[in-house]
Antibody, heavy 118, light 107 residues
Framework: EVQLVQSGAEVKKPGESLKISCKGSGYSFTSYWIGWVRQMPGKGLEWMGI????????RYSPSFQGQVTISADKSISTAYLQWSSLKASDTAMYYC???????????WGQGTLVTVSS | SYELTQPPSVSVSPGQTARITCSADALPKQYAYWYQQKPGQAPVLVIYKDSERPSGIPERFSGSSSGTTVTLTISGVQAEDEADYYCQSADSSGTYVFGTGTKVTVL
């Protein structure tokens, strides 16, 4: 069974750094892209970017390029989304999802709620 | 930047048909995908490659495409179909974008 399990909710202060994770299981982690999606409170879905764990090829939405870093550690089947300096506007639910050639985002993680507040 | 526009809301009575459109602002249109999101839950893929239905998705969900507009149709709407629906497609650079989202209300 394909599963994507994300790390738990985080509460941070503006300016702090953060790295959240997404662990894949039940499939060949290095053979599928993994993507990240932001959903701000009460708002729609936003495509942030994707990474191919097999060779770490990464693509970002222009809206998120330079704002976040997507990475992966294929040895532990885990993808990451990180910030070097959080802002209050980063407060959102973040989902990871498996991206395939046929259907981007066929399996989703449960989401990680990030709250940034002073 | 590439944009996909959906109506903010659609209301439908049980047993009737709901149609949700998604319009791209530029050609060429890539394949479209549709997701259902219920409150407090992660999205679920309901249509891929314009009109294909993943296993486990009820037959009442269907998709179609015409020009730069794609449509998600829910035939015989049930109360459990009340949710937000998002289309998704790719731009020419290979990055993806979601539509603005449509809230489906079952009256």
């Amino acid at each position: 069974e394909v599963q994507l399990v994300q790390s738990g909710a985080e509460v941070k202060k503006p300016g702090e750094s953060l790295k959240i994770s997404c662990k894949g299981s039940g499939y060949s982690f290095t053979s599928y892209w993994i993507g990240w999606v932001r959903q701000m409170p009460g708002k729609g879905l936003e495509w942030m970017g994707i990474i191919y764990p097999g060779d770490s090829d990464t693509r970002y939405s222009p809206s998120f390029q330079g704002q976040v870093t997507i990475s992966a550690d294929k040895s532990i089947s885990t993808a990451y989304l990180q910030w070097s300096s959080l802002k209050a506007s980063d407060t959102a639910m973040y989902y990871c999802a498996r991206h395939t050639a046929a259907a981007p985002f066929d399996y989703w993680g449960q989401g990680t709620l990030v709250t940034v507040s002073s | 930047s590439y944009e996909l526009t959906q109506p903010p809301s659609v209301s439908v009575s049980p047993g009737q048909t709901a149609r949700i459109t998604c319009s791209a602002d530029a050609l060429p249109k890539q394949y479209a995908y549709w997701y259902q999101q219920k409150p407090g839950q992660a999205p679920v893929l309901v249509i891929y490659k314009d009109s294909e239905r993943p296993s486990g998705i009820p037959e009442r969900f269907s998709g179609s495409s015409s020009g730069t507009t794609v449509t998600l149709t829910i035939s015989g709407v049930q109360a459990e179909d009340e949710a937000d629906y998002y289309c998704q497609s790719a731009d020419s650079s290979g990055t993806y974008v979601f539509g603005t989202g449509t809230k489906v209300t079952v009256l």
